[in-house]
């Protein structure tokens, strides 16, 4: 199982990224996915995850409306579409996949490399 993320970047507060999670390696109806996230001098934090096999999507509070997680079977993509970005959202946000849907980083068992999102005020 290999996850690469990308589409990270410096946008200013208001604007919008698209995150991109390649997976490669497994079947969607087998695993959840996340997207986490850490600042600096902080803990890594759940920002969305779902799981195609028990059609279950979450977000947490902070992002809410702003931001929607959607899979790519095709592609074999999860990608994270956030809009309405604040500056408290500047972090390294990555994506993980794990074997049951989780909002607990320690539960997930493949780590994509971080992509740096910046967003300046």
């Known amino acids: 199982v290999q996850l690469q993320a990308s589409g990270g970047g410096l946008v200013q507060a208001g604007g919008s990224l698209r995150l991109s999670c390649d997976v490669t390696?497994?079947?969607?109806?087998?695993?959840?996915i996340g997207w986490f996230r850490q600042a600096p001098g902080k803990e890594r934090e759940i920002v969305s995850c779902f799981s195609r096999n028990d059609a279950i999507t979450f977000y947490a509070d902070s992002v809410k409306g702003r931001f929607t997680i959607s899979g790519d079977y095709d592609k074999n993509t999860v990608d994270l579409q956030m809009n309405s970005l604040k500056p408290e959202d500047t972090a390294v946000y990555y994506c993980?996949?794990?074997?049951?849907?989780?909002?607990?980083?320690?539960?997930?068992?493949?780590w994509g490399q971080g992509t740096q999102v910046t967003v300046s005020s």
């Open positions: 993980a996949a794990g074997n049951r849907f989780t909002v607990i980083a320690a539960q997930y068992d493949y």
């Open positions: 390696g497994f079947d969607f109806d087998d695993y959840a």
